[in-house]
Structure formats: structure tokens, C-alpha cells
């Protein structure tokens, strides 16, 4: 609803009447929707964590300011993906409804989970982990994808890659990562900290001196911590 280039309510199903047929595709002419979409599928399910095509560094409140279609600030936008999931033998069917607006400084976000029939406020409330039950966002992108990926996986060194970074996310190994990589940045930012503070006060004298020392020490503590997951899970 208002989403994108999308104004108002539209409304698609990606049922198959053959379950031997699992695969949707959707085609248009460029520029008609197809990759905002696709986009619309990850925002709904994964929120900020999504992987969109157009966010870049944006923060999120610019970011779903932009994606509200344009002239309908003072409706806001929302999205609505129900899907079918099986859990303890048992399928359920989920409908996750996201919708936002601009309410001046920020922007007003909420999440309603509604499962076979009933709204569950704690699915809601703990969505993000609900959904790693169903789809987790490590291999989101091997079934919600652009269609040019099949040309990628086609490819062995790049399907090597696409695959392995799936897994990654899979096991966890991104955020590793990701830690890895903010731990070795930190010791520049120590070092940016200290020469804003000056020389190193006397003793008595209140500063973060200690502070910086102190998280120096703990982060040589997660990186080796880090390696050595990394080594376990790979």
C-alpha cells in the first residue's frame, strides 16, 4: 500500500496450483517494478535487517521515507506477506503486516503478526527471531531473488561465491565478520579519542583514559574469541 511506485492497495499471489512447480517469476518492462518488488518482499519479512536494492548508507527513517510513494506521506505505507510454514508437523499460516509513516521527526514503524486467523503480539514483538525460524536472512537471496542471479549461478566461481556468503549468513560467520572487522577499527578510533584528550592526566585526575585502555584489552579478547569460532564452524 503506497509503497514505492506503487500507489494505493495491489494485491499479488505467488500460489502455485502445482507443487511440483515451486517457482514464481515475475516479468515486466524495466522500470514498471519489478526490483522495488522484490524489495517489498525482504522489507516486509526482515525490516531493517532487509538487504534492499536502494538503501545504501541511508539511515532508516530517511530510508522508509523514500521508499512512502510520492504524494502519499500523509497515508504512510505499508506492507502485508502471509505465507504458509510447517512447525512441529503442523502448517501454520502467517501474515506479517508492516506499516510506517512520517510523523514529523521520525518516522512511526509497527509490526502485526497474525497466525491462522489470530494476531500474536509476542510473534510480533520478537519477529525478527520468528522469522529465522521460517527463512533466515543468511539464505534469503537463494529464494527471493533477481532473475540475473540465475545467470551468476550459473557461473561456478561466482555460484562458489553467492553460495558461500549464503552459508555464511546461514551459520553466523558474517557477524563474525563484521566483528572482526569493527575490532580492528577500533584501536584507530582509541588512538582519534586520546589525541582529542590530550597527554595522559596524573593519577586522580577523571578522564577515559581507562576507559579506552580497558575496551583495548577487551577487544583483543573478542577477536581471539572470534577466531577461534570462526575455525570451529568452518
Do not use: M
Request: charged share 30%; with cysteine.
Amino acid at each position: 500500500h503506497n509503497y514505492s511506485a506503487f500507489r494505493g492497495r495491489h494485491t499479488i499471489s505467488l500460489v502455485t496450483d502445482d507443487r511440483s512447480k515451486p517457482v514464481v517469476l515475475i516479468g515486466a518492462l524495466n522500470g514498471s517494478g519489478k526490483t522495488s518488488l522484490l524489495d517489498a518482499f525482504h522489507l516486509a519479512l526482515y525490516g531493517k535487517r532487509a538487504r534492499t536494492s536502494n538503501r545504501g548508507e541511508l539511515p532508516w527513517d530517511d530510508y522508509l521515507r523514500q521508499c512512502v510513494h510520492a504524494g502519499s506521506e500523509h497515508e504512510g505505507a505499508a506492507l502485508e506477506l502471509g505465507l504458509r510454514h510447517r512447525r512441529a508437523g503442523k502448517d501454520r499460516e502467517v501474515v506479517v503486516t508492516r506499516q510506517w509513516k512520517d510523523v514529523g521527526r521520525t518516522v512511526r514503524e509497527t509490526v502485526d503478526v497474525v497466525i491462522d486467523g489470530r494476531r500474536d503480539e509476542l510473534a510480533a514483538e520478537g519477529w525478527d527471531d520468528e522469522i529465522e525460524n521460517i527463512l533466515p536472512i543468511g539464505i534469503a537471496s537463494l529464494f527471493l531473488f533477481d532473475a540475473e542471479k540465475i545467470e551468476q549461478l550459473a557461473d561456478l566461481q561466482q555460484a562458489q561465491a553467492i553460495l558461500t556468503t549464503a552459508i555464511e549468513g546461514l551459520l553466523g560467520l558474517d557477524l563474525v565478520s563484521r566483528l572482526d572487522l569493527d575490532l580492528r577499527a577500533l584501536p584507530q578510533h582509541l588512538a582519534t579519542l586520546q589525541r582529542k584528550q590530550g597527554p595522559k592526566p596524573g593519577a586522580g585526575h577523571p578522564s577515559q583514559w581507562a576507559l579506552a585502555e580497558r575496551l583495548e584489552a577487551e577487544a583483543e579478547a573478542l577477536r581471539v574469541a572470534c577466531e577461534k569460532a570462526a575455525q570451529e564452524l568452518a
